[in-house]
């Protein structure tokens, strides 16, 4: 079936850390490797947000929000996207999603991130 899906989520206390992976299973996503990759999240009673892409050269591009505590990674030959996320923090509770830059694959059912004390 051609989806992402992303993995990797769960329940973690500040400070924690968490490695989030996504998947674009399928020749939909024939493109992979030539396209820019980004991470989004969507926290209860928000806005889904860009907070992380990557280049095809494995350049990566971060929201202000994230910068310094997250890293996006990518690995073209299995097509998939990763995001180490470090220090997080309560604010960073949110539904993580993966699609390229522009959107324009069908979303995934995302994964959920939560922390808490």
């Known amino acids: 079936q051609e989806r992402l899906v992303e993995s990797g989520g769960g329940w973690v206390q500040p400070g924690g850390s968490l490695r989030l992976s996504c998947i674009a299973s399928?020749?939909?996503?024939?493109?992979?490797?030539?396209?820019?990759i980004g991470w989004w999240r969507q926290a209860p009673g928000k806005e889904r947000e860009l907070i992380a892409h990557i280049s095809k050269s494995g350049y990566g591009n971060y929201d202000q929000s994230v910068a310094g505590r997250f890293t996006i990674s990518r690995d073209n030959d299995n097509q998939m996207v990763y995001l180490q996320m470090d220090r997080l923090e309560p604010e960073d509770t949110a539904v993580y999603y993966c699609?390229?830059?522009?959107?324009?694959?069908?979303w995934g059912q995302g994964t959920q991130v939560t922390v808490s004390s």
């Open positions: 699609n390229e830059r522009l959107e324009s694959w069908p």
């Open positions: 399928g020749e939909m996503f024939s493109l992979f490797r030539v396209l820019t």
